[in-house]
């Protein structure tokens, strides 16, 4: 039964509008973070991102080894130094072995593991450095300490002035992508890199 004002205006019935779940608009909630209990979780680019540096240095090694090994294993197979990819190996096994098959492979895993310990190195040293330019700078140094300081002396490789001009622009080449590819890679991590690249490529 409907009532009626004074003026014979018929009046709502106020309690069935606000039960009525279709006469009231509703509104979206959001979310507390506070309320709910849950934390947001942090992506890579973010200030609060945060990437473990030995297990990063470790994969980041493995796989700096396993492709650069490979392509120095290339560059001694077309000739283009007369360095084999075990040189590392050489002082723990005999030089005719590290000429064969399973030599190449066992300098080759040497190679990874030496890849390991300088990005392990780089990384807990120098990450904060940005740019390419400390990578290409950490290679040359990898490169006088091996074949100027160290190598010849162990019987790495010969003396600088016996190997060819083809061995030394090779090796000096392929130390500085190496590097290279270790030090940006720790850079792109671990500072602001990232975030500079996509900023310059739309400028």
Same mark, same amino acid.
């Given at each position: 039964?409907?009532?009626?004002?004074? /003026?014979?205006?018929?009046?709502?019935?106020?309690?069935?509008?606000?039960?009525?779940?279709?006469?009231?608009?509703?509104?979206?909630?959001?979310?507390?973070?506070?309320? *709910?209990?849950? &934390?947001?979780?942090?992506?890579?680019?973010?200030?609060?991102?945060?990437?473990?540096?030995?297990?990063?240095?470790?994969?980041?090694?493995? !796989?700096?080894?396993?492709?650069?090994?490979?392509?120095?294993?290339?560059?001694?197979?077309?000739?283009?130094?007369?360095?084999?990819?075990?040189?590392?190996?050489?002082?723990?096994?005999?030089?005719?072995?590290?000429?064969?098959?399973?030599?190449?492979?066992?300098?080759?895993?040497?190679?990874?593991?030496?890849?390991?310990?300088?990005?392990?190195?780089? *990384?807990?040293?120098? &990450?904060?450095?940005?740019?390419?330019?400390?990578?290409?700078?950490?290679?040359?140094?990898?490169?006088?300490?091996?074949?100027?300081?160290?190598?010849?002396?162990?019987?790495?490789?010969?003396?600088?002035?016996?190997? *060819?001009?083809?061995?030394?622009?090779?090796?000096?080449? !392929? !130390?500085?992508?190496?590097?290279?590819?270790?030090?940006?890679?720790?850079?792109?991590?671990?500072?602001?890199?990232? /975030?500079?690249?996509?900023?310059?490529?739309?400028?």
């Amino acid at each position: 039964m409907t009532d009626y004002n004074d /003026k014979g205006m018929p009046i709502r019935d106020q309690h069935n509008e606000k039960s009525d779940p279709h006469s009231q608009r509703q509104r979206p909630r959001k979310r507390d973070d506070k309320v *709910t209990g849950r &934390r947001s979780i942090p992506k890579q680019g973010d200030a609060h991102y945060y990437t473990n540096p030995f297990s990063f240095a470790l994969e980041l090694g493995f !796989f700096a080894g396993l492709i650069w090994g490979g392509i120095h294993w290339l560059f001694h197979l077309l000739h283009f130094t007369i360095v084999p990819v075990g040189f590392i190996a050489e002082p723990f096994f005999k030089h005719e072995y590290i000429y064969t098959s399973a030599g190449h492979l066992t300098g080759w895993l040497c190679f990874i593991v030496f890849s390991i310990l300088a990005s392990l190195l780089y *990384t807990f040293t120098i &990450r904060k450095l940005k740019g390419p330019v400390p990578g290409m700078v950490y290679g040359i140094v990898w490169w006088v300490i091996l074949f100027v300081l160290l190598g010849p002396k162990l019987g790495m490789m010969k003396p600088l002035n016996r190997l *060819t001009w083809d061995s030394i622009i090779t090796e000096i080449c !392929f !130390f500085l992508l190496w590097g290279l590819f270790i030090g940006y890679t720790v850079a792109m991590e671990y500072t602001d890199e990232r /975030k500079r690249e996509p900023e310059q490529a739309g400028a």
